[in-house]
């Protein structure tokens, strides 16, 4: 068995894991407790960062993924410099999850074209809308 491999945002859609990670499963989708998203700025955009409050939970897939997935995700995530790994608690053992590092960033709304496949998968999986409507850009908010 692989590694078990806990996404959020744009690694949550099928077909760029398929990209990403060619022998990634999907094993569970599930509610992670105890992280709230945010976005901010890195080197080249803005993207979705999960991090630790003890009000919030958000949406994640569980992948397994074999040790040339990670590798493919260690460099499309940008780690160790833009993200740091983590371990979580998920309802199949503990999963290792990308955060950002915590010296990297502003606070910014992410491009279009990365929310709104985000955005369309929360539609298509039922989950709350509010916290992903948040950083869509506000010229295409208000047409959803």
Known sequence: MGRLYVAYGSNMIEEQMQDRCPDAKLLSKEVLYGYQLECRDIYSGAYL???????????????????????????????????????????????????????????KIPSREYIMPVYDLYVREGYNL?????FIPSDTRSSL
């Open 49 to 107: 960062n999960a991090y630790e409050n003890s009000d919030s939970s958000i949406p994640v897939f569980v992948w397994e993924i074999e040790e040339s997935d990670e590798k493919n995700l260690d460099e499309y995530e940008g780690y160790p410099h833009s993200y740091i790994k983590v371990d979580v608690n998920t309802s199949l053992g503990t999963g290792m999850m990308y955060v950002m590092n915590s010296e990297v960033g502003e606070i």
């Open 130 to 134: 509010e916290t992903i409507k948040s």
